[in-house]
């Protein structure tokens, strides 16, 4: 059973950064694609990164690329979102999610349909 954890989400003002992990459990964490998707309520879930199983190849949404980094390291089974220049409109309920079936292989995808796993998310609120 693979269980993915989510945490270092909070309040943060207008310009701040927080880094968001995803810790997860599994044997084989280093086969998994890793994706991260944020949903505010009444709104569908929405994809803002991925990192493939070894790094080299990562996907950003428009609203995130120059501001938020992906990257993982699979020694601590981790993934990690790095997000800095924070809006407002990055407030939501932020998930992590893994391809655990392993069918990215070496790309990535912004679709939750492709990811088996979901950790419990993480809250990041910010504030203007």
């Known amino acids: 059973q693979v269980t993915l954890v989510e945490s270092g989400g909070g309040s943060v003002q207008a310009g701040g950064s927080l880094t968001l992990s995803c810790a997860v459990s599994?044997?084989?964490?280093?086969?998994?694609?890793m994706g991260w998707f944020r949903q505010v309520p009444e709104k569908e879930r929405e994809f803002v990164a991925a990192i493939s199983w070894n790094g080299e190849t990562t996907d950003y949404t428009a609203s995130a690329k120059g501001r938020f980094t992906v990257s993982r390291d699979n020694d601590k089974s981790t993934a990690y979102l790095q997000m800095n220049n924070l809006r407002s409109e990055d407030t939501a309920d932020y998930y992590c999610?893994?391809?655990?079936?392993?069918?990215?292989?070496?790309?990535?995808?912004?679709?939750?349909?492709?990811?088996?796993?979901w950790g419990q998310g993480t809250q990041v609120t910010v504030s203007s």
């Open positions: 599994g044997r084989i964490f280093s086969t998994y694609t």
């Open positions: 999610a893994a391809d655990t079936w392993a069918t990215l292989i070496e790309g990535t995808s912004p679709l939750p349909s492709d990811y088996e796993e």
